[in-house]
């Protein structure tokens, strides 16, 4: 029979996880607590939540939403880092941070239903943002506008 204490934890991260894209594990063990807030410090300020949950607890969060291909990560201490804002800002600020740090490793990763292992999260935090993609994307459409439009324009001006 769960504890009132569970049920209120499992209540409050299945409502934080409502409406998330990405939802990233990280093995935090190992860090100190200095570290740990820093983190967590660092992650408030791009509007990134960290949660350290016991993983069964976590587990039934995820199925809740039908998150079920983290099953298998869910093992030692994890914690779990999702932005409601944007799905890719956790996994740049998780790499940023190891790098500088050399701790949290991320084990894991769902983001909009696909699975991510460590190998495509690190890929994945070195993408730059979607605003930035969608620029270059519009700038290849526009060049060969503008180019016509410089060669007419140096036509009229002869």
Avoid at 6 to 27: M, N, P, Y
Avoid at 46 to 64: E, P
Avoid at 120 to 144: C, D, H, N, W
């Amino acid at each position: 029979m769960p504890t009132p204490q569970k049920e209120a934890i499992l209540q409050d991260t299945s409502t934080r996880l409502e409406g998330v894209k990405g939802v990233f594990l990280a093995d935090l063990s190992g860090m100190t607590v200095e570290k740990v807030t820093l983190l967590r410090k660092k992650c408030r300020e791009h509007k990134v939540q960290v949660k350290v949950v016991k993983n069964t607890l976590l587990k039934r969060a995820f199925n809740s939403h039908g998150i079920t291909a983290l099953d298998e990560y869910l093992v030692g201490p994890t914690g779990v880092v999702f932005s409601p804002e944007n799905e890719v800002a956790p996994a740049k600020l998780l790499a940023e941070f190891a790098k500088e740090h050399e701790k949290p490793r991320i084990k894991a990763a769902v983001v909009e239903g696909k699975l991510f292992d460590e190998a495509a999260i690190k890929m994945l935090a070195t993408l730059p943002s979607r605003e930035a993609l969608l620029g270059q994307v519009l700038a290849t459409f526009i060049a060969p506008m503008t180019t016509i439009l410089a060669a007419i324009d140096a036509t009229l001006r002869l």
